[in-house]
């Protein structure tokens, strides 16, 4: 795909993060130079487009097969839906409760031992079925010096914190800068021990992970990475490199992955990305529930189908391939872990099991 739409392109500046990102396709009228679309088409998404922005890198978009287009696992991610107006009234726009727990500007204060920073709404590509849509109404940005100190302020005063996690938007694409900052005004707090950024720069942008990003991540650990892949067709030779450097660098990466309908909302396609995520050292870590978003209603499954997924992983597939799959519960309930009944009962001293094969066991309880 990307000889037939960016031919005339070098492959330097091909292989260029900042080309990628100057040259997003973040309009109707970019989206027409390289796509088709009908007047009806036009008409429905520049309705979207006028709520919900768009913003898809030239490398994620030459991964789309047009000949199967609606069915398109990139396309359905990437590219805006004139279903995203019809769930307007569907869901709401903080559904998790964020900013009722956040202390300052930029933090969100939820669990007793850890933090997390929103350092940015700026994105490589504006997922359709993010969490953080209300921030695509702002103008993109990142966090300035000050609230970065107010930031480290707070944490400083927080002894049971031990851990902060950066995201967004997407830490990789904050200035490099602004960036050491961050991670050298946490690592100076003693009791925090772990920083973890999450970001989808491997999947939708992987030519971000450069020498000089992995120079200052490597200075400030233990860094743990948590990224994004939805779909096996994410996993590209260019993204499994970036994981490799990543790897290589002494950063672990885990993989959280949003259960969406007709993207990856069955066995074997989830099989299949595990599989391969394997492959390039990312562990799968968790599968969520998606949230109840505005814009984002036409995205979410039963949550039986997620059980039904992990109950055909668990036993049939290694431990490593089978994430926990969980909901984020509404309100600001937390991460709640959701499990197949592999216990069907118990008594002080003896528990009746069912393994994945349905045989029934019988497990005593020492007295």
Request: contains cysteine; hydrophobic residues 35%.
């Amino acid at each position: 795909m990307q000889r037939k739409l960016w031919s005339e392109i070098a492959s330097d500046d091909w292989n260029d993060w900042s080309w990628q990102l100057s040259n997003r396709i973040d309009c109707l009228s970019e989206l027409k130079k390289v796509m088709f679309l009908s007047e009806q088409q036009e008409y429905s998404l520049k309705k979207v487009t006028a709520t919900f922005q768009m913003g898809v890198t030239p490398y994620y978009f030459s991964l789309i097969d047009f000949e199967k287009i609606d069915q398109d696992p990139i396309f359905l991610q990437a590219i805006p839906s004139e279903k995203e107006l019809d769930d307007w009234e569907k869901g709401c726009w903080d559904p998790l409760n964020e900013e009722m727990d956040s202390p300052a500007p930029g933090l969100i204060h939820r669990y007793p031992d850890r933090v997390l920073m929103v350092v940015t709404n700026r994105c490589a590509t504006y997922c359709r079925h993010c969490n953080r849509k209300r921030n695509w109404q702002r103008a993109e940005y990142s966090m300035k010096r000050s609230e970065i100190d107010q930031i480290i302020s707070y944490i400083s005063r927080h002894p049971e914190l031990r851990e902060v996690i950066l995201s967004g938007g997407d830490p990789f694409l904050v200035s490099l800068e602004t960036l050491d900052y961050i991670l050298w005004s946490i690592r100076k707090i003693e009791h925090i021990g772990v920083i973890r950024l999450g970001s989808r720069i491997p999947v939708t942008l992987p030519q971000r992970v450069t020498d000089d990003l992995l120079e200052v991540l490597g200075k400030h650990g233990p860094i743990w990475v948590n990224t994004h892949f939805n779909h096996p067709k994410e996993i590209t030779p260019e993204a499994a490199s970036a994981c490799e450097k990543l790897v290589k660098t002494g950063i672990p990466i885990n993989n959280q992955t949003v259960l969406l309908k007709n993207v990856n909302d069955d066995y074997r396609t989830m099989l299949n990305l595990n599989h391969k995520l394997l492959k390039i050292r990312v562990r799968p870590y968790y599968l969520f529930q998606s949230d109840p978003i505005k814009g984002t209603e036409h995205f979410r499954t039963k949550v039986a189908k997620g059980v039904e997924i992990i109950e055909r992983l668990q036993g049939h597939t290694s431990g490593l391939a089978v994430p926990r799959f969980a909901i984020d519960a509404p309100g600001g309930g937390g991460k709640v872990p959701i499990l197949p009944n592999y216990c069907l009962s118990w008594s002080p001293d003896r528990w009746t099991l069912r393994n994945y094969k349905n045989n029934i066991y019988q497990y005593y309880d020492p007295k």
